[in-house]
């Protein structure tokens, strides 16, 4: 008897040298060989001898990994395939960032490794999992929401009262400017807040930058916003 299935992981993940090292150790408690494959951005398909090789690989430019998976195998044609990648959506960045297909015997045992994998890939979450869901679609779409909101029911404002030039030309441009930015660079959010980051080689210092680039819009951005709303609706 052999049972086949798949099952998927839904949080953005960080994917270090020491972290795969781990994964693999925990793939080897059930499988007798491993092998690594790797997708770039520019779709050159990359076969590793071993996680070693892998893990020196430069990781940069149009180089750089965009998928990657991992194939363990077993005497009696008993195997398991995880493949990190993410599809990119129109209001949620993705919709999963691992899918796991097995070919197994033994229903105690699936389920044994489907804990091992999802509890060892909770380990793996990145700090910015909630926010990494979001699209910038969905983003622009909130700040308009925010802005409309608060040109309707500031503390001078009622829907009886016709707004002036001024806030008519602020809504009109951030309106076009979000559209075109959404529909010209629908992935910028996903560079902000990546869904999979295969943290080795030049990527290291890619996300670095990365993390300080959040730091400095959630400080420079979003808490001057809140402070000047509250400050306007204080001073009225």
């Known amino acids: ?12 993940l960080i994917l270090t040298s020491e972290r795969m090292r781990g994964l693999q150790a925990v793939l080897l408690q059930d499988f007798e060989e491993l092998s690594y494959f790797a997708t770039t951005i520019q779709k050159d398909k990359i076969m590793f001898g071993s996680l070693d090789e892998l893990l020196s690989y430069d990781n940069f430019g149009r180089w750089k990994i965009s998928t990657l998976n991992i194939e363990g195998r077993k005497t009696g044609g008993q195997s398991i395939e995880i493949c990190f990648c993410s599809n990119m959506g129109l209001f949620v960045s993705f919709t999963s960032t691992a899918e796991i297909e097995y070919t197994l015997n033994d229903l105690q045992e699936i389920t044994l490794i489907k804990k091992k994998i ?8 990145a700090p910015y999992h909630i926010q990494s869901k979001l ?25 009886a009262i016709n707004f002036d030039s001024v806030e008519v030309v602020l809504l009109v441009v951030t309106c076009v400017l979000s559209s075109v930015w959404s529909v010209k660079f629908p992935a910028m959010w996903a560079k902000i807040f990546p869904p ?3 943290c080795w080689g030049e990527e290291v210092a890619a996300t670095d930058r990365r993390s300080k680039l959040r730091s400095n819009i959630f400080w420079g951005v979003f808490v001057a916003m809140v402070v000047g709303i509250v400050t306007t609706l204080i001073t009225g």
Not at 1 to 12: P, V
Request: positive net charge; glycine residues 6%; contains cysteine.
């Open 135 to 159: 699209s910038w679609f969905s983003v622009s779409g909130c700040i308009l929401v925010i802005l409309l909101t608060l040109l309707l029911t500031g503390p001078r404002r009622s829907l």
């Open 118 to 125: 999802c509890d060892y890939l909770n380990k793996c979450k």
């Open 1 to 12: 008897m052999y049972i086949r299935g798949s099952f998927t992981y839904k949080s953005a």
């Open 196 to 198: 999979i980051v295969y």
